[in-house]
């Protein structure tokens, strides 16, 4: 079975900081506060609901979470 993933599009991201709130196992802002940075783009089993939360939470619907 293939692994869940998630992307940011950094063209649409305003770097918000709601989903490295809501994920910060998952997600971070650059020391410069300017870019996301994904900490885990591949995702374990125990982590998808919380990348699944940050991303409905994303006021510009930059993050794609995608599962098997």
């Given at each position: 079975m293939a692994d869940a993933t998630?992307?940011?599009n950094?063209?649409?991201?305003i770097v918000s900081g709601m989903c490295a709130?809501?994920?910060p196992e998952i997600f971070?802002?650059?020391d410069d506060g300017l870019k996301?940075?994904?900490l885990?783009?591949?995702l374990p089993p125990?982590?998808?609901d919380k990348a699944r939360g940050a991303e409905a939470c994303?006021?510009?619907e930059a993050i794609k979470v995608t599962t098997p």
């Open positions: 998630v992307e940011v950094h063209d649409v991201c709130s809501l994920a971070d802002i650059d996301l940075e994904v885990k783009p591949t125990e982590l998808v994303c006021p510009v």
